[in-house]
Structure formats: C-alpha cells, structure tokens
Nanobody, 113 residues
C-alpha cells in the first residue's frame, strides 16, 4: 500500500489549508481512514477519521475546524484545515485506522506569523 500526502505549507495564524491524500495498492473501501499528525519528540496523534458508513470523527482540539472528506471510489482523503493556529504545526499523514506500517512522506504544515 502507498499513501501520498500533499497540500501542506506555511500559513499565518487564522489561515486555511486543504490536505489531500491518494491511497493505492489495496482496497480501502471497507476501512476507516484517517489523518494523523506528528510533532518531533511526540507520538503521532489521530486528528480525524472517516469510516465506510460516512461517519466522521475528530480530535477535540480540531473539531469544527478540520472537516474530513473522502472519495471512496477514487481512494482519496482530504482534510480542510480552517482557523489554523501555531499548535497545529506538524507533519500530517494519512493511513488506515488503526494505522499500518505503510506510512507516506507526510506533508508539513507550519503555522507562523
């Protein structure tokens, strides 16, 4: 399996970014998919998830600001990130929930003025 993340960048506090993930190599249609983030020195954290039934979930710190969406036939997963703040700075990855070992390169999100 392969996950390719894109869409990160440098943004000012209060700004927005939209992350995209292309998954390939397996059938993901029956899997929960999610976005994770990692900050150096800390464990990765599940930010938001999308299950096959269309139910979404998000970490309390981002609920309402980071809606997740999914195009199951295209095997793509997106994360709209609104009202960003410096605490959201991290490398963001997509993977199954729970994750397997097939991590992509991730995409760096930096929130700074």
């Amino acid at each position: 399996e392969q996950f390719v993340e894109s869409g990160g960048g440098l943004v000012q506090p209060g700004g927005s970014l939209r992350l995209s993930c292309e998954a390939s190599g397996s059938d993901f249609s029956h899997s929960i998919m999610g976005w994770y983030r990692q900050v150096p020195g800390k464990q990765s954290e599940l930010v938001a998830s999308f299950n096959p039934s269309g139910y979404t979930n998000a970490a309390p710190s981002v609920k309402g600001r980071f809606p997740i969406s999914r195009d199951t036939p295209k095997n793509t997963l997106s994360l709209q990130m609104d009202n960003l703040n410096p605490k959201n700075t991290a490398v963001y990855f997509c993977n199954r929930v729970p994750p397997n070992h097939c991590w992509g390169q991730g995409t760096q999100v930096t929130v700074s003025s």
